[in-house]
């Protein structure tokens, strides 16, 4: 009886310590990422969420022929209704340390003989879509001009015009580092 | 009856001096009839078709038959020879033949090679999946048409639609290609060949087809428009939706396996008889096609010839749309995606 008392002791004990599982801030981990992030309530407890994740030293070394940072914006549309999106009418502004620079939706536009050079799937995947179906995530990717992201972005700027006000899209884990 | 038939011949041809030369072949003649009669019922049991011995002759299953046929005959004959041959001999004599059963071992494996060439040239075409994706925002439920399409790849093996949900934007072209698709008079057609990159590929729109109603071809690519269906009235979208891409597969594989559907004669048409390949004189003709459509004896001979049985007997069978009409799949489109019957 003794021993079992003592094991249960011991159990609730180990129980309380913290769990090696999850991120905290403050592990000392390399390369952990920035996540940058913004909801849109949609009714009742529904909402669309927005994410980019950065990773510091990737983002400093990675570029598209050397010519555009990438991000990946990653847009859960937890409402019941499509989210209407427009590569005319939105626009995404990325915010660094020297000023705020625009980011581009549309690759085609901006680089037409690079994105001539890209294959369909990959074209497919860059387009940016004209709709984000109800209970769906897609991803749409912005392109920065290389000699403008100096750093690393301190936020994300993005205008749905479906959407009204523009979303800020902001490190949450900023005020606990 | 038959069997005396038979007796009285084989009677009076070994009765009457100069017929034995007949003798072996009748029997070839009659080997051959054999096999091919076996071979009719097979592929009428394959294809669930009864084909007319004109459409049988001309098929591939005949001259397979045909061919292998006379390279057995070539082989039993180089074998028996050398059967009568092979009686007891010196060991000179044996060693003096080593040469010549060589020589006819080699005729023989030639004899075998140059035939299942041969038959292998003459067998159906394999045919390729297609790849299906929506051109814009469709205004029917695109899942819906989804479990339609896995339903179909459900009823055979050797080929499948291949689905794209995501809704494809002209903005995906390169630059070259969406200029010359902007000035092409049938655009999204023009759009649909740019996607397939050279393989079977059908999209699937909710928009206008310009001059054309319901759906345009081209080799191995088609476009299928709903702009002109009336969801209110019989068939339904569905239906119709199921019926455009069964038919455009058929002619998606014809085109690019088999050297083309039948088209007809350049010109106005004024009569059908409601041809899975027929120019709709009419809008409203293609109502009744698509209730009665059904594989007619030149399409059904048509598809045999290139793709074999097997082919022939799903097409039959998904042409007709009675496995669209039946209770599962009728109370999985209500039940899934809330389309009523």
Known sequence: ?177 | MLVRVWELLVNLLSSRPGTQVLQPVLALGTMFVSLQVLLYEWLERQSGVVLSLGTYLRSYLFKQGAVGFIAIVIVAGIVGRSAQQANPQSWRKRLANTLPSLRRTAVVVAVLAVAAVVIGALSPRQVQSIRVRFFGTPTFDKYALAYLLYELNGQQRSWYYEINFDEFRPAELTTVERETCQRDSRPLLCYAKAQAAGRPFIGITSDSLGEDHFWQNDGAVSVISTDEVNPGQSPRLYEYLAHAVVVNSMMIHLNAFCGGFPRQAPGEQRESYGGLFQFVPRRQALRPAILAAHLSPTEEELLIKCFGPDYVRVASRVVALEWLRTDPIQSELERGFGIKP
Not at chain 1, 16 to 24: E, F, I, K
Not at chain 1, 54 to 67: D, T
Not at chain 1, 136 to 143: M, Q, R, Y
């Open chain 1, 1 to 177: 009886m003794p021993h079992m008392i003592f094991l249960l002791i011991t159990h609730v004990l180990v129980s309380a310590l913290p769990h090696p599982t999850g991120d905290p801030p403050f592990n000392g981990r390399k390369g952990r990422k920035i996540v940058y992030t913004a909801e849109r309530h949609c009714g009742q407890s529904r909402q669309i969420r927005f994410t980019t994740e950065v990773e510091q030293v990737l983002f400093a070394l990675n570029s598209v022929q050397g010519k555009f940072k990438v991000l990946r914006l990653q847009i859960e549309n937890g409402c019941d209704t499509d989210l209407k999106l427009s590569a005319l009418n939105d626009r995404i502004d990325i915010e660094f340390a020297e000023g705020d620079v625009q980011g581009s939706l549309d690759l085609s536009a901006l680089a037409p003989a690079l994105w001539d050079s890209l294959d369909t799937g990959m074209r497919s995947l860059l387009t940016y879509p004209a709709h984000i179906e109800p209970r769906e995530t897609e991803s749409i990717f912005v392109f920065v001009p290389v000699s403008s992201a100096k750093g690393m972005p301190r936020g994300l700027r993005y205008g749905v015009q479906t959407l009204g006000s523009a979303l800020e899209l902001r490190d949450r884990t900023a005020a606990a580092r």
